[in-house]
């Protein structure tokens, strides 16, 4: 059973940091395209970061200089560095992977989602 469980997400203040991270089960990351979304509120969700299976990393350009993803293979994850964060950086953050995907598109499965807060 593919599983993906966000973790990480919490309240932090403009220009905080806050680092979360993608932890699957049923499946290893450097098989998938493994991407970070974001829900804003009254918009619909959109990409934030892709790792797909190759390594390469792909940014929004919202976040890119600022956003960090990487993984880590032997614990299966796929973190997501968030620095110098801003209020519109607020929404609900999860993670869906893509079996030997190129691109964080035609998402298969997701996690549930965690909500990040970016207030003073």
């Known amino acids: 059973q593919l599983q993906l469980v966000e973790s990480g997400g919490g309240l932090v203040q403009p220009g905080g940091s806050l680092t979360l991270t993608c932890t699957g089960s049923g499946f290893t990351v450097d098989r998938y395209a493994i991407g970070w979304f974001r829900q804003v509120p009254g918009e619909e969700r959109e990409g934030v970061a892709c790792?797909?299976?190759?390594?390469?990393?792909y940014y929004a350009d919202s976040t890119k200089g600022r956003f960090t993803i990487s993984r880590d293979v032997a614990k299966n994850t796929v973190s997501l560095e968030m620095n110098n964060l801003k209020p519109e950086d607020t929404g609900v953050y999860s993670c869906?992977?893509?079996?030997?995907?190129?691109?964080?598109?035609?998402?298969?499965?997701w996690g549930k989602g965690i909500p990040v807060t970016v207030s003073s």
């Open positions: 790792i797909p299976w190759n390594g390469a990393t």
């Open positions: 869906g992977a893509r079996r030997g995907g190129y691109f964080c598109t035609d998402i298969e499965n």
